[in-house]
């Protein structure tokens, strides 16, 4: 494959409160054996700086998730440390607002690890310390429903085992529970707990079981599976699928599995950071590897430190979370 020429946008951003933007147009020349996308172009960076000043929240602070809204106009980041989810325009980079403060109440969170934005247009907030999933709307920040306060008989459908991630499909809502280690699914309407299901083997370390996803094609659960490497693949019930999505280019393992995506039409992404080699390796449905995003080592300014989290959009952006408080856009 031939060397490909691309323009990479640098965009730094700060709240409206310092109106200050910066962007800077780079040229850059990405090896195709390194960079690979739909068309083989490497599209932008998006770098959010953090800014520290006596007693404000001003730069993100280890984001851990990002979603985008339905009609991908803009792009939430679950402000982790900040504990609030932060607005940005999903083209330009442009900082909008934000929702949320640390707290316990409505509307506040403590340690918000996820975000998702489902059709109806509701923002889903994994508020991990709280032990909850709060469902905002995403235009106007207001509280709609919390998830997973109110328990059945027996204790069932009341969240305390460490929320940490949460996604939508067919009007259900998968929440997984890092330290109970199972997936608990409850009613997008109306927020009731309908079952649970194990998401983690007996004989396996729920500790090393570390993020969800759920296809939109086949409803299929995807878990990041940390101790061994690879992606487990449940069925809406929780039974085990036989579709490994081992098959990589490295040696035929993930180096270090850290987050795994689906897109609309079905293709996993899994952010991988082993041996400080941070990539995005990316299959089809049927578990087969199609390609990996890279950086170029030849230009420091785009290179992917770590690889936190992915969002992909319909048009076939993907948004990539990066250590250094930046959010990283592929095509």
Request: charged fraction near 20%.
């Amino acid at each position: 494959m031939s060397r490909m020429s691309a323009n990479l946008e640098s965009y730094v951003v700060r709240p409206p409160r310092k109106v200050e933007s910066a962007i800077t147009l780079i040229q850059c020349t990405v090896p195709a054996s390194r960079v690979f996308s739909c068309d083989g172009a490497y599209v932008q960076t998006i770098r959010i700086d953090v800014e520290k000043q006596q007693h404000e929240r001003v730069g993100l602070h280890a984001p851990s998730a990002c979603a985008l809204s339905i009609d991908e106009c803009y792009l939430y980041v679950a402000d982790t440390y900040n504990d609030r989810v932060c607005v940005f325009d999903a083209s330009s980079g442009v900082y909008r607002h934000s929702f949320g403060s640390r707290g316990s109440g409505d509307k506040h969170f403590r340690i918000p690890t996820d975000v998702c934005v489902s059709n109806a247009g509701w923002l889903y907030v994994c508020d991990f310390c709280n032990n909850r999933v709060q469902v905002l709307d995403s235009i106007t920040g207001a509280h709609i429903r919390t998830i997973g306060k109110d328990a059945r008989r027996g204790g069932a459908g009341k969240l305390n085992g460490g929320p940490c991630k949460v996604a939508v499909s067919r009007e259900q809502v998968y929440v997984y529970e890092y330290q109970a280690g199972r997936v608990s699914v409850f009613s997008e309407l109306d927020g009731r707990f309908l079952r649970s299901f194990a998401a983690v083997p007996s004989d396996s370390d729920f500790r090393y079981f570390r993020n969800i996803a759920v296809s939109p094609v086949s409803g299929n659960v995807l878990v990041a599976d940390i101790s061994a490497n690879q992606i487990r693949v449940l069925n809406a019930s929780g039974e085990v699928q036989q579709i490994p999505y081992k098959t990589m280019t490295h040696g035929g393992v993930i180096q270090s599995v850290k987050h795994v995506c689906v897109s609309m039409v079905g293709d996993v992404y899994v952010c991988d950071d082993g041996f400080g080699t941070g990539c995005v390796h990316v299959f089809d449905s049927t578990g087969a590897h199609v390609r990996t995003i890279r950086d170029d080592a030849s230009q420091p300014s785009i290179q992917l430190l770590g690889p936190v989290c992915t969002t992909v959009s319909r048009d076939g952006r993907l948004f990539i979370v990066d250590h250094g408080n930046c959010v990283r856009v592929f095509n």
